[in-house]
C-alpha cells in the first residue's frame, strides 16, 4: 500500500502531481478516488493519522484523543456558544461517526436551487451520485432488533402518533466467510482503499497551510509532521481540490487570499441533549448502536439517541452534579436523547499567528426558541416512551419528574446557559451562480479561480435537515464527475 509519495525526480520536499486533494474526510476521499481512477497522479494530504477503525474503541477517549480535532474541544463564540467536533484523520469524520445515512430530502435541494441558483441539482439528478457512493460505502439496516435504548423512543412516538423511523447506517453488517462481524463503511474501509487501489498517494500527518497559483500551475505548502518532527513540503499541480471541511476549507482559502462568500455563510445542526432515567434496563454494553430518529417536525427539528455509554452519561449529566453517584449505581437505566435543529449562521476568519481559526455563531431569538420547543417535545416523547425523569444538559434547567413539570420548562432558549453543540457544520462555501452569496460554482469551481474546487460539506447551500454525510458524498461524487467531463483535471 503506498502511501509516501513516489520519487518524480523533484526531491523529497517537492512533488509534482496531476492532482491534489486535501483532505480525507467524505468528500476528499470520494473526489480523489475518483481521479485516481480516471488515470490521473493524485496526492491525497490528511492532517491528522493514518489509523485503523480498531485502533481505539469507538467513542472512547483514546478515539477521541487520536482522531478528533483538539481532542474534540473547539468553541463558536457568540452570545450563546457552541461546542463543535470534527474528525481529524485518514477518513475525517466518517471515522468518528455512527454513519447514520440518509439521502437529503427533495424540499432541501429545491430550496438551495432556488436561494442560490444551483444548476442541476435536483434529488432525481443526484441519485445516480448517491446510488454509485451507495455502492462503494454500503449503507444497510441493523440485521437484528435495535438496542432498547432506541426502540424506546420509537414506542412513545408511537404513542404519541408522531413519525419515527429506523435509519440505516454506513455499515456492512454481514459476517464474512471467517465468521467475523460486519464492518462500519468508514472511507478508510471504503473510498481511501479504492484510490489507493487506482494508484493514488496518500500523505497522512500532513497539513496543507497555504495554497497559491503562479505559471499556470497551483502550488500548495504542507507541513509534514512525524513524533519529533516536522518539514515543509511543496506540491504542484494542474487541479487543487480543498476538502479539509466546512470550517477548515474556508480557513485555508482565506489564509491564501482567497475570501469572496468564504467563510461567511457557516451553518450547522445545533443540538441540545437530555439525560432520561427509566425503571429497567435499557442500556446493555455491547448492544448494536441505536439507529431511532424522530421525524414528526422536519425540517424544524428532529430527536433521536445518542451513543450512551457510562463515560458520556457523566458527561451529559454535569448540569445535575448531585446526580453522579446515581449515574455511576444506575448508568443500565439510563441514556442520552437529543433534538437538534437547523437555525443559527456562523463565520470562519483566520488571524496571523493563530494555528486554529476564529469561529463566531449567532443564534436568533427564533433559533432559540425552535431548541426550547424542541426540548419540551422531546421531554414529551420520553415520557410517553416511560421515562421516570429527564435531566436536561442545561445549568441550572430543571428536572422533569412527569410530564405536569414539563411546562416548568422556559419557553426560549437563555443564549448564556444553552449548552448547545453540534457535530453537523456545512455551508461556509456555498455552491451556485448567484454571485453575492456564493463561493464557487453550481460544480464546486472557485468563482474566479482555475482548477480550483472545494469538494466537502462547506459547498452545501445550507442544512441539510438529516444527517449531512450521503450527501457530502453524493455532491463530491456529481461534481468531481463533472470536472473529469469538462477535462478540468
Ligand atoms: C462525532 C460525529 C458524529 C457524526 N455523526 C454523523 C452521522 O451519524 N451521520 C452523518 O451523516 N454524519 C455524521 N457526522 C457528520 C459527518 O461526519 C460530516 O458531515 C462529514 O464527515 C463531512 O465530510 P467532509 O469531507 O466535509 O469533512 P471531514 O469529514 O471533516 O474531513 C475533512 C478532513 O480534512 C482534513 N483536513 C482539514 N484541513 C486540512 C489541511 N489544511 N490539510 C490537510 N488535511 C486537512 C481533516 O483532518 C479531516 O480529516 C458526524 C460527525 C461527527 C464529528
Given at each position: 500500500m503506498a502511501i509516501f509519495p513516489r520519487g518524480n525526480?523533484?526531491?523529497?520536499?517537492k512533488i509534482a502531481a496531476d492532482v491534489v486533494v486535501i483532505g480525507s474526510g467524505p468528500g476528499g476521499a470520494v473526489t480523489a478516488s475518483m481521479c485516481a481512477e480516471a488515470g490521473k497522479f493524485v496526492v491525497m494530504l490528511e492532517e491528522g493519522q493514518n489509523l485503523?477503525?480498531?485502533?481505539?474503541?469507538?467513542?472512547?477517549r483514546e478515539e477521541i484523543l487520536q482522531k478528533y480535532r483538539n481532542a474534540g474541544v473547539n468553541i463558536g463564540f457568540g452570545a450563546a456558544k457552541i461546542a463543535y467536533v470534527e474528525g481529524c484523520c485518514v477518513g475525517g469524520g466518517s471515522e468518528v461517526n455512527?454513519?447514520?445515512?440518509h439521502r437529503a430530502p427533495e424540499a432541501v435541494f429545491d430550496r438551495w436551487r432556488s436561494d442560490?441558483?444551483?444548476?442541476?441539482?435536483?434529488l432525481s439528478e443526484l441519485t445516480p451520485h448517491f446510488a454509485a457512493c451507495e455502492k462503494v460505502a454500503k449503507v444497510e439496516y441493523l440485521p437484528g432488533p435495535a438496542p432498547q435504548l432506541s426502540t424506546r423512543l420509537e414506542e412513545g412516538a408511537h404513542r404519541l402518533g408522531w413519525a419515527c423511523l429506523e435509519v440505516p447506517r454506513l455499515y456492512a453488517y454481514a459476517t464474512d466467510a471467517t465468521g467475523a462481524p460486519g464492518r462500519k463503511q468508514s472511507m478508510s474501509e471504503t473510498f481511501v482503499p479504492r484510490f489507493l487501489e487506482a494508484g493514488g498517494e496518500l500523505m497522512p500527518d500532513t497539513c496543507a497551510t497555504r495554497i497559491a497559483r503562479s505559471a499556470g500551475r497551483w502550488t500548495v505548502h504542507a507541513r509534514r509532521s512525524n513524533p519529533t518532527d516536522s518539514q515543509e513540503i511543496e506540491l504542484t499541480a494542474k487541479t487543487v481540490f480543498v476538502a479539509g471541511g466546512a470550517v477548515q476549507t474556508p480557513l485555508l482559502l482565506r489564509r491564501s487570499g482567497?475570501?469572496?462568500?468564504?467563510?461567511?455563510s457557516l451553518r450547522f445542526h445545533p443540538m441540545l441533549k437530555v439525560v432520561a432515567l427509566f425503571a429497567d434496563e435499557i442500556n446493555t454494553p455491547g448492544e448494536l448502536e441505536p439507529v431511532h430518529q424522530i421525524k414528526e417536525f422536519d425540517p424544524r427539528f428532529s430527536m433521536g439517541c445518542s451513543m450512551s455509554k457510562r463515560p458520556a452519561l457523566a458527561l451529559a449529566m454535569a448540569a445535575h452534579p448531585q446526580m453522579m453517584e446515581a449515574v455511576d449505581r444506575d448508568w443500565r437505566r439510563m441514556a442520552i436523547y437529543y433534538v437538534q435543529s437547523t437555525g443559527g449562521i456562523g463565520r470562519v476568519r483566520s488571524f496571523p499567528g493563530f494555528r486554529d481559526p476564529f469561529v463566531r455563531v449567532e443564534l436568533s431569538p427564533l433559533d432559540l426558541k425552535e431548541l426550547a420547543e424542541g426540548l419540551t417535545r422531546l421531554a414529551e416523547v420520553l415520557f410517553a416512551a416511560g421515562a421516570q425523569a429527564v435531566y436536561p444538559s442545561i445549568p441550572g434547567y430543571p428536572v422533569l419528574f412527569?410530564?405536569?413539570?414539563?411546562?416548568?420548562?422556559?419557553?426560549?432558549?437563555?443564549p448564556k446557559q444553552a449548552n448547545v453543540t453540534t457535530m453537523h457544520l456545512f455551508s461556509s462555501c456555498p455552491m451556485g451562480e448567484d454571485m453575492h452569496k456564493c463561493a464557487t460554482s453550481s460544480f464546486g469551481r472557485v468563482h474566479g479561480a482555475d482548477n480550483l474546487f472545494i469538494a466537502d460539506a462547506s459547498l452545501l447551500c445550507g442544512p441539510t435537515v438529516v444527517n449531512p454525510q450521503g450527501t457530502v458524498m453524493a455532491v463530491a461524487h456529481r461534481n468531481v464527475t463533472r470536472a473529469i467531463e469538462d477535462r478540468a483535471i
Open positions: 525526480g523533484l526531491g523529497p520536499d485503523p477503525l480498531e485502533s481505539a474503541p469507538h467513542f472512547s455512527r454513519g447514520l445515512y442560490y441558483r444551483v444548476d442541476a441539482l435536483s482567497i475570501r469572496r462568500n468564504v467563510g461567511d412527569s410530564p405536569a413539570d414539563i411546562p416548568k420548562l422556559p419557553q426560549t432558549l437563555p
